[in-house]
Structures are given as C-alpha cells and as structure tokens.
C-alpha cells in the first residue's frame, strides 16, 4: 500500500505542469459487470479543455477511467494532496458546481467529492482507460476512435475506428451526450 501511495504521489507531483486539462466526471463503471480483467468500480472524466467540434458537425473528446480504489489512496493529507484539497475548495468557493451535478445526475451532498477526485484527475493520476470519442449529437450516436487500456501493467492500444452505435436514453454515454452535445 506504501508502495502504491508513493507512486501516485509521485505521479501527481510530477505530472501536474505536464498536462493542461480539466477532467469532468460523467460516470462510472463497475468492470465486473463486464467480465473484465480490471476489478472493482471505476469513475471515468472527460476533458472540458479538449472538446472538439468538427466541421463534420461532430463533437470529439477524450475521456479517462480512473480506478476509485487509486483515487482513494490518494493521500490528501500529504504536500501534493493538501494542493488537491486546496484547488478543490477553491473552486467550490467560487461557486463551482461539478457538470454531472449541475443535470442532476448525482446529489448536491456529493459536490466535494467529485471537486475533488476532479482534480486528482487532472493531477495526472494513471487511468485503467483513455478513450477517444466521437459523437453525432443530432442522431444521438457514439464510436470510439482510439482505445489505450493498461492491463496488468502493460499499455494496450487499440486504434481501429470502432463502428457508430446509438446511445441508450441511460446511462454513462447518454450523460456524456446530455454534457457535450448542444441543446436545439
């Protein structure tokens, strides 16, 4: 456990001038229910700083899976914790309401959490997934462009362009459409 916490303070005292971002949750996923090598529940952030609109009318953007268990792990009582803590409340005190709460989508109560794992998000955490997605807003559909997954320690990426799927009204992908896509 020692090991693990020295690693993610180091990525987060590393990393954090190497990446301009600002991670959003939208979601999360319980990968056993998908019979995947991860385990346990995971929460996945898109990036606000790199939504793209295409002149295909299309809305690209990168989203990441973090494991809860790292982003528990986090020491926030640390140096590079006390930063975390110190940006999340900033931001709250200014009036900031996290996206996913913003919809409704989760409670009021959970605000601080989210401000927080928000910004050890954008801290550099290792993610278990980076995904590139792309969306057709005005036929509510999905493909993914490019996967980059780390399983038992190994990157894996997949880059084949994944075939368009329509979104359920529920669910992780509809949020992101609720989120990203503009309002007619």
Known sequence: ???????VLFVLTSSA????????????VDWKKFGSSFSGQSFCF????????TSSG?????????????LIAVDLKSAAGA?????????LVKG???????IGKLEFEQMDVIAVYEQIADSGIESQADVL???NCSERMMRQL??????????????????????????NAATLLRLLCPRR
């Open 96 to 102: 900031y309401v996290p996206p996913i709460i913003a």
């Open 46 to 53: 898109y990036d606000a700083k790199t939504v793209m609109h």
């Open 146 to 171: 490019r996967i980059s997954a780390r399983i038992n320690g190994r990157s894996q990426v997949e880059r084949t362009v994944g075939a368009w799927d329509y979104v359920s009204p529920e669910g």
């Open 1 to 7: 456990m020692r090991i693990l916490a020295a690693c």
């Open 83 to 91: 930063k975390i803590m110190s940006a999340a409340a900033e931001q």
């Open 133 to 135: 997605e792309e969306m």
């Open 17 to 28: 001038e190497a990446a301009d971002v600002d991670w959003k949750v939208y979601g999360g």
């Open 58 to 70: 299309y809305v690209r953007v990168w989203i990441k899976c973090v494991a809860e268990k790292d």
